[in-house]
């Protein structure tokens, strides 16, 4: 602990392992600034709400119940501990889907209107994965051109919006036995409005008091958002701004430049980005920088939709969610554009402090203390053009000193489930049967996903970068997306080379293809990416007849959102073991955390896991691969027998 003029502080280098952010929360610290580490330390997490045993759904309360002997009292209404525990679940669920479901809402919605040709600032860039899109739903193409095209597809998937009954579309590309399973569970979503709506409206005080029948809704609403929402809006980004494929971007606060006017977009969704993109390379604003005494224009990405632009075009990224307000510590930072989920409230008082502006862009996220100029698809440069206006004049009358940290590292980012299919067989042979064959043949050992936030609880990237350093070491290909994998960029891991950290069967797979042993595959919203490629596995064969059976597993080790609880849910129920890290929301020894955690397994799906030790949380994701590799008959090929098709039948028979 160091003396600070008020109290006790942790040392910078227990917050965080992020050298740039230690060294803007030393400097934040000497600028008397506050953050969101040192609000962690006055602020302690509530013992009672932190496990959900409280609960606030009516004025009879708020009734809190004892988590060390949850079933010594109910709420003043009688619910017991696991009505409780499951309905404020529900409803973390039902905001985190909400969340991910607005944003795939406003891409179908521009996707509507790019493709009926009213907004030119984009195109369909991706026709190819257009006529893909249209082929997995079953939509013919015969005679349709482009616009054609995209207008069948709108037609279909907008009844992920609008259906009161039936199943949303995309629901069809999961894997048979998957979709049986759901069907005959009755937890195949009618739409994402309906079941977020009903989840609401189920976990009202006195309505659904019964943890199992609560269970069923929140799966339900958690698939409209992995099957629904969040996967319209990776799918058509792609389909109108570009499939990504690996290009080597830069990661870390050294991608400021002091000499340059330095803009930030910061957020999720890729339009406001993609316009800022077109403003920035515009000969008239560069020539207006220039004229101002700036070497040029640098605009970086933070965040999710930085990881994203970052996938898709190369854009330098300066870091994860946890950075947001040391990255303006810098004092080299003009503007930080803000659009929606995930932007602290914080960032406007730090902002303020360093002459920044901060702009909020977007109607659905407004800050007080930040300028908003309103971004509209319609007429997206209006708004960017104002931005990079007023970063280049903050520019040129800056007046805080700027102080920048030296590091960035280079990645590769940017694979897809398409690219992974084409990186593994060509243009002619693509196909995941080389992935599935070192899989059955033991050199993979097996696949997982680690994803999700960083929090201000843990200690900043420690636990992704252990987690997936051990996860490598034992053969486990990693997939990555979100806060997450620029944990692991920012250490050097997303390049080919980081093959001599893994083992050596994922090592020489790793060197044969040229790939790294961690794939990043984008922003939170991206982990659709992970169902697909998931899903491929099993058509594939050999692998099992659902995800359930795959050797994989995944983990958010330093989650804080809503949504990383709804697409924690939404691996469960696809069949995935997924483990969270920092607490969990629920209360062990209860009815409801046996469900989450044993109960959904038993009933062929995915389950939870908890911890907060990485080696530990890698343990149980391996122990879960082996387990399944076992059930495949697999467990014995770690010897490396050569697998041809006709093993591979006979291994599914
Ligand atoms: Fe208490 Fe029941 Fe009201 Fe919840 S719904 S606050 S448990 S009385
Ligand atoms: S931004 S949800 S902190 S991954 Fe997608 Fe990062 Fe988690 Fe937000």
New binding site residues.
Partial sequence: MEKNDERLLPMVSDLTTCESTQQMLEKARKDGITTAWDRAVDMKPCPIGVESA??????????R?NAKRPYDK??????TID??MA?NFARMVASGTAAHSDHGLAILELFRDVAAGQINDYTIKDPIKLEELCNSLGISTEGLNVQGMAQALYDELIKTYTQLNGEIPFVRRAPEKTLELWRKHGLVPRSAPKEVMEMMSRTH??CDQHYENITKQISRTALADGWGGSMIATELSDVMFGTPSPVLADVDMGVLKENMVNIIVHGHEPNLFESMLATVNDPFYVNIAKEKGAAGINLVGMCCSGAEMMSRHGIPHAGNFGSTEAVLVTGAVDAMAVDIQCIKQGLAEVAKCYDTHLITTNPRCMIEGALHIEFHEHHPRACTDEIVTKAIARFATRTKPVVIPKKSTKGVHGFTYEYINYMLGGSFRGGFAPLNDNIINGRIRGVAGVVGCVNPRVKQDSVHVALVKELIKNDVLVLQTGCSQISLAKNGMLTPEAAHLAGPGLREVCEAVGMPPILGLGSCVDNTRILIAATAMVKQGGLGNTIADLPAAGAAPEWMSEKAIAIGQYFVMSGVYTVFGVSFPIVKNTKFHDLLFNGLEKQGFGKWGHSTDPIEMAHMMIDHIDKKRKALNIDKARERTLVDMADRRQIQE
Wanted: a positive charge; hydrophobic letters at 35%.
């Fill in positions: 409280c609960c606030k759904m009516c004025h009879m309360g708020p009734c119940l109910v709420g003043v209404c009688g619910a009505t409780i309905r005080m006195g």
